[in-house]
């Protein structure tokens, strides 16, 4: 056992990145009254040092400065510390990050704030190297500085960090707008998609380079809607170079986290829960429109990958997997020509040829980062390569796993099992889906309260909107996979407690945290849609969908103040809220419902289902009932079914658009023209 010199009060926590830091020199402290107080009783500023486990420059700070003696001295003395998981507290990441950005213009993680006891900033940054460096001061020198002027200078302190205060309450200070809503938002945001596109290697703007799946995804809502073939040129061509390059894991499936150069090749190479959802879920989509099996593939290795390394057989995602083993940051994915010569022989040639591969490298230490570089179709001795690779790489030190259990980054995944299971009809898909949603409701959830994160049996924290949000949607997409009222029952009763809890009741719009969270210094409201879709932008989605099931018209209204309240906003930059946009497509119409009435051991519905599923709809509610299996008050959960549960022999297909509906339909393929 080992034994170490240090153990500070981190040590009590469940959260791994938290536990990282829980046998550094620095007296660190969780958020909690502890701190808080002995921040107010000694009236010392606080350091508030916010990461994640999965994040690289966070394990560069830890080894440079927060192991250091010397630096931890400082520390200890001057401040009271405290150290945050941004994945179990995304209030406090998302308040202190538009603190950062408000004083520095950007923002990035490790993030470094430093509070007066009331716990308003008045300085903050990301990184610091220990010691001066290139003209940037070090942290020791911050630290020094900063305890210096905090004593003596006070008063001018507190000044700047109310300053801040007022500009972050400014950025949450909505009304509702009086303007009408209209479809020019997608028109606004489909150009100011075409204008930040990179011709040359797909994707938006300069590196560092993001996804971005959520624009991909309504550049395709917005093909289909208009028929405009260079929105869906732009989303192929994006899928296609991201998928080619390394930040695609080519030998185990799953995508890094984001790139560090214009043309996708070198990644940042954390791989994180959240955007193998996405992504996943958006080759789909891709795969539906065009039918090309390279879509497939990769949705298939993203979510077999998913299923492999980040999930818990009894239910349950893992949040991320690391950048770094052995203490360097890609070890596990890279190749030198050498060791694949080794591993494959007379094939490396070929090999090489494919992905790009050269004995000096593309990487560091002459190794080389895997990416397609000639377009031709894969053929079966490269799968055979890949598979010998796979194999050898089994035997490295993997990047460690943060295994939390994170309600919102769950239920993202759920949603994208269930859509996988539906299109790629593999049953470990919805299985994993139909597991975790149980294990949700029954480890997440406390006297109808969801919570935010679970590890080693143990839950934690009051659930935030994007919990809510995004979970009700995957109730909403397990409904409409399995046609379990169960589902669609949680949804329901969940939404309810959601709009109780955080909702606006003066000027509309979901708050980040509910009545039953501490209160911090603001109370937000955002919408922008990053790295994942805001929780407002799903929950206009969500009340639409719900009141297409329900029939309840006050979640449409509640939708369409989401889209004032935001209208501003979504004027201004469009490009910042494709999620919420897509909700305002489904708003305008064209949505159509699809009522199944079948014998559930019919094989017509399974036909039935496999042409609804292989066709790109985005904007549709699925409902199926068996009329020899009807719930008590379904038509009264259900309005779609009133007058259409009749006992027979054959199947009944309604296709509504916009509540004019055709003739029922029986004979699949009178569907497939119709849809």
């Keep these: 056992m080992t034994e170490y010199k240090y153990t500070n009060r981190l ?54 400065s927060f192991v250091n003696e010397k630096i931890a001295d400082i520390m200890n003395e001057n401040f009271v510390c405290i150290k945050v998981d941004r994945e179990e507290r995304p209030d406090l990441d998302e308040l202190y990050m538009n603190a950062v950005q408000a004083m520095t213009g950007s923002g990035g993680w490790p993030m470094t704030v430093f509070l007066t006891p009331s716990l308003k900033p008045f300085f903050a940054g990301t990184y610091f190297p220990p010691t001066d460096m290139h003209g940037r001061p070090g942290f020791l020198t911050i630290l020094t500085a900063l ?72 550049l395709m809502r917005y093909w289909y809607k208009t028929n405009e073939p260079y929105a869906l040129k732009i989303a192929e061509d994006s899928l296609k170079k991201m998928a080619y390059g390394g930040i695609y894991d080519h030998i185990g499936g799953g995508f890094h986290r984001y790139s560090v150069d214009e043309r996708w090749l070198v990644p940042h190479f954390e791989k994180m829960l959240y955007d193998n959802a996405l992504l996943s879920n958006i080759y789909l989509e891709a795969y539906q429109i065009t039918k090309d099996d390279f879509y497939r593939k990769i949705a298939t290795e993203t979510l077999d990958y998913v299923i492999r390394e980040m999930y818990n057989p009894s239910g ?53 980062i895997l990416h397609i570089v000639n377009e031709y179709q894969a053929n079966s001795i490269i799968d055979e390569c890949r598979q010998k690779l796979f194999n050898e790489r089994e035997k490295r030190i993997k990047p460690e796993i943060d295994d939390k259990i994170l309600t919102s980054w769950n239920a993202l995944m759920i949603s994208s099992m269930a859509f996988g299971y539906q299109v790629l009809k593999k049953e470990a898909y919805l299985d994993s889906a139909i597991k975790t949603a149980d294990l949700i409701l029954s480890k997440l959830s406390r006297d109808g309260i969801l919570l935010r994160t679970y590890r080693n049996g143990i839950s934690k924290y009051n659930a935030y909107a994007e919990d809510y949000a995004f979970f009700i949607n995957a109730l909403i997409d397990l409904y409409e996979t399995t046609f379990d009222m169960k589902w669609l029952s949680e949804a329901i009763k969940i939404n309810n407690v959601f709009i109780m809890e955080f909702w606006d009741e003066n000027n509309g719009g979901f708050y980040y945290t509910g009545k039953s969270h501490e209160s911090l210094i603001v109370r937000s409201k955002p919408a922008y849609d990053s790295v994942i879709p805001s929780a407002n932008s799903v929950s206009a989605m969500n009340f639409l969908r719900l009141a297409r099931f329900s029939g309840d018209l006050s979640l449409s209204k509640k939708a369409e103040t989401i889209f ?23 708003y305008f119409g064209n949505t159509k419902e699809i009522v199944i009435v079948s014998d559930k051991a019919s094989p017509k519905v399974d036909e039935a289902l496999n042409i609804i599923h292989n066709q790109y709809i985005p904007n549709k509610v699925l409902v199926f009932c068996d009329p ?26 309604y296709v509504c658009e916009n509540n004019l509906c055709k003739s029922p339909i029986s004979d699949i393929d009178d569907l497939k023209k119709v849809l």
């Design 147 to 218: 305890s210096k002027f905090y004593r003596e200078q006070r008063e001018k302190a507190e000044e700047h960090s109310n300053q801040v205060v007022s500009a972050i309450r400014e950025m949450n200070d909505l009304i509702i707008s009086s303007e009408d809503i209209s479809q020019d938002l997608l028109h606004k945001l489909y150009n100011q998609s075409v204008s930040l596109y990179d011709r040359d290697y797909g994707g938006f703007g300069d590196a560092p380079k993001f996804p971005q799946s959520m624009v991909l995804s309504f």
């Design 11 to 64: 040590i009590n926590e469940t959260s791994p990145y938290l536990l990282q830091h829980a046998h550094n020199p620095v007296d660190w402290y969780p958020w909690g009254e502890e701190a808080l107080q002995t921040a107010r009783q000694k009236d010392m500023p606080i350091l508030l040092s916010i990461g994640y486990s999965s994040c690289h420059w966070c394990h560069v700070m830890e080894h440079e």
């Design 564 to 586: 004032k309240v935001f209208f501003d906003q979504l004027e201004r930059s469009p490009f910042g809220f494709p999620r919420m946009i897509c909700a305002l497509d489904f």
């Design 316 to 368: 349950g995602f893992y949040s991320a997997q690391d950048a770094d083993s052995e203490g360097k940051e890609g070890k596990y994915y890279v190749w030198s020509l050498d060791e694949v010569w080794d591993i494959l022989g007379e094939n490396t040639r070929l090999f090489a040829e494919y992905y790009g591969m050269t004995g000096q490298g593309n990487f560091e230490h002459g190794t080389n």
């Design 628 to 653: 020899n299996e009807v719930p008590a008050d379904i038509e009264k959960l259900l309005p779609l079914l009133e007058d259409r549960i009749k006992l027979d022999n054959k199947i009944q297909i």
